[in-house]
């Protein structure tokens, strides 16, 4: 199982929700099952969230399930785990428009200004053929 650690400078909005049942998730399988990201609250494991993402798309809303929260210097890293094949496919392209909007930000800070095509180009052909495939 490998998680895509999202970009701190698009905060995503983490609610906890009632439980809810879940397929039970196959440790050995390796590919993209979810992401790690920060929160400013700490999450149980194996309660249920919901995920927004506004900035990328307002219309983005996914269940998770928080595998670990781990404290980490004031904010908790947390990882959660999208074991519906669906939603699990949506955070995966949802995390990958924000790795670009990610890298277009800092090639900003850098002087470099790009649109997000110019910057889907280069994050394409620089990272994509590294991210996690989709395996559940």
Known sequence: MEFVSHPKDLPLEITLIEDQPFPTSKREDV?????TCFAAQHFESGRSVRITLEEIDPNFCVTGRVVWCDNERGEYKVA????????????RMVEQLSQIEHYRRQAKT???????????????????????????
């Open 31 to 35: 590919g993209f099952a979810g992401i």
């Open 80 to 91: 959660i785990e999208f074991p519906i094949k669906d939603e699990c496919y949506c955070v």
């Open 110 to 136: 850098q002087g470099r200004r790009l649109n997000y095509n110019e910057a889907a180009a280069e994050w394409i052909q620089k990272f994509a053929a590294s991210f996690p495939a989709f395996i559940i």
